[in-house]
């Protein structure tokens, strides 16, 4: 072999590392962002977590025979507080928002209550943070696809699978039961 391609291939060595470092250091960006994401995810659910008790006593001393959904308003905001893991988290939160969405829905049928200035201050602060929960929630995924297409991309993935990056599973998905109107009965 010559000297010129010894040095041909040295180089095409040299970029090859090059290349997989840049690789191996783009995943690790994304892979930490993640946790960034689910975060501000946190701080979104936190902020709902603040409001329902607030709601739920305002509701309350108006609609005294809805203490089932009050009940099970407060025993969502419990499970969503003891939830450990984000697809934990993610399923109570789906499951909260489902039972906020009911009791705003019954508030409805209240008109001394629509009427109450700090009910309606409340309704447009969750209104706002349900907003806020949405938008961290599309960043979250979209941050979680971004991660997965470069686990997943030829010629990145080898660089994946050497480096120990698996895709990431956890995704929002909208609940099954918010697919449905909810019903409200007296």
């Known amino acids: 072999m010559t000297i010129r391609k010894t040095w041909i291939w040295l180089g095409v060595a040299v970029l090859a590392v090059l290349w997989s470092v840049g690789a191996y250091n783009r995943l ?13 995810v946190e701080n979104v659910l936190q902020r709902r977590f603040d409001l329902i008790p607030n709601l739920v006593a305002t509701v309350k001393g108006y609609a005294k025979h809805e203490k089932d959904l009050l009940t099970e308003v407060a025993r969502l905001r419990s499970a969503w ?3 450990k ?22 508030a409805e049928n209240y008109p001394q209550l629509k009427a109450n200035e700090g009910f309606m201050k409340l309704q447009d602060e969750l209104a706002g943070t349900e907003n806020r929960i949405a938008v961290e929630r599309m960043r979250y995924n979209e941050m979680v696809q971004t991660y997965n297409t470069a686990v997943g991309r030829f010629p990145t993935n080898f660089v994946a699978r050497f480096g120990g990056f698996k895709p990431n599973e956890i995704y929002f998905k909208m609940e099954a039961a918010a697919a449905q109107a909810p019903k409200v009965e007296f």
């Open 85 to 106: 893991t984000p697809g934990e988290k993610a399923q109570a939160g789906g499951a909260l928002e489902g039972a906020l969405a009911r009791l705003l829905v019954v």
């Open 28 to 40: 690790v960006t994304l892979h930490e962002s993640i946790p960034g994401a689910w975060a501000q």
């Open 81 to 83: 507080g003891a939830a």
